[in-house]
Structures are given as C-alpha cells and as structure tokens.
C-alpha cells in the first residue's frame, strides 16, 4: 500500500498562490496515476487534477483550468499542485490519492491539508 502525506496548505488572499505537496512512500512503484481532491465545508469531495507517472499526462477539472498546474517529481515520489490566483470558492480540504496499476479506482489517501482563500 502507498503512504501518503499532502502539505502546503495555509491562509491566503484572493489572487494569491499556494503550492501544495504530496510525498509518497510504501509500495510507489505500483502507482499508476496521483490525484488532487479536495472538500469544501458543506459539499461533496470533487476531483481537481490528476497526472500519470508514465509520461505524465494532466487532467483538470474545469473550475482549475488555467489557473492549477500539476506536476511531478520521480526521484522524490512527490506530486505538486501549483495553484495560482485563487479564489474564495477554492476553499476546502485538499487530498491527494493514488491508483494502483492493478485497480481502476483511487484506493490510497492522504491526510488532507486545508486551504483558506479570503477575499
């Protein structure tokens, strides 16, 4: 199974920026793609981005679009969010999760780290 533990998350204005983290450990070589989720007070958990390990392919939900760049490094196991002129609506809980080369679903969670954006 693969450890996961997010950081980077604060207080910040409105158009401000943050850059979140994800270190992975454990069974990382089994990871086929690394996502960021996140949970505002009162609503579902919805998908951010994601990228793919091989080749590095990035996925975005369309509210982030333009404004979120994920990356990757593989020498440190670690995921980045970079979020750029933020928005109250990005408040929430952000987490990142994993999935498995042998599962469809993301079965690995982190802690969460909480996101603050005042206006």
């Known amino acids: 199974q693969v450890q996961l533990v997010e950081s980077g998350g604060g207080l910040v204005q409105a158009g401000g920026s943050l850059r979140l983290s994800c270190v992975g450990s454990?069974?990382?070589?089994?990871?086929?793609?690394t996502g960021w989720f996140r949970q505002a007070p009162g609503k579902e958990r919805e998908f951010v981005a994601s990228i793919i390990w091989s080749g590095g392919s990035t996925s975005y939900a369309g509210p982030v679009k333009g404004r979120f760049t994920i990356s990757r490094d593989n020498a440190k196991n670690t995921v980045y969010l970079q979020m750029n002129s933020l928005k109250p609506e990005d408040t929430a809980v952000y987490y990142c999760?994993?999935?498995?080369?042998?599962?469809?679903?993301?079965?690995?969670w982190g802690q969460g780290t909480q996101v603050t954006v005042s206006s």
């Open positions: 454990g069974r990382t070589s089994s990871t086929y793609a």
């Open positions: 999760a994993t999935v498995s080369r042998a599962k469809y679903v993301y079965d690995s």
